[in-house]
């Protein structure tokens, strides 16, 4: 079974900087993508970033610029860096990983102050 542990949250004054990671284990063979969601209260589950097993990189447009993924799918291992954050950056982000089917982390706690 693929696990996802994610780690890095916490509160930050706007403006300031976070780096969360994730690594995925149980799996014999690498993710076809990696990534990034969140969530806010009273709010869907939205895209933040995503990284391909090529390296590929996708972005929402609202972190663009501030935020950066990195990492190596193919070691199971993914990095988001975030800077200039916003008060509404402030979620629950959560990793994600495919390769035929999605499996998700239990989420880390992103709060920034104004």
């Known amino acids: 079974q693929v696990r996802l542990v994610e780690s890095g949250g916490g509160l930050v004054q706007a403006g300031g900087s976070l780096r969360l990671a994730c690594v995925r284990s149980?799996?014999?063979?690498?993710?076809?993508?990696m990534g990034w969601y969140r969530q806010a209260p009273g709010s869907q589950r939205e895209l933040v970033a995503t990284i391909t097993f090529g390296g590929i990189t996708n972005y929402a447009d609202s972190v663009k610029g501030r935020f950066t993924i990195a990492g190596d799918v193919a070691k199971d291992t993914v990095y988001l860096q975030m800077n200039s954050l916003k008060p509404e950056d402030t979620a629950v982000y959560y990793c994600?990983?495919?390769?035929?089917?999605?499996?998700w982390g239990q989420g880390t706690q992103v709060t920034v102050s104004s």
């Open positions: 149980g799996s014999n063979f690498a993710a076809e993508v």
């Open positions: 994600y990983s495919h390769r035929h089917y999605t499996y």
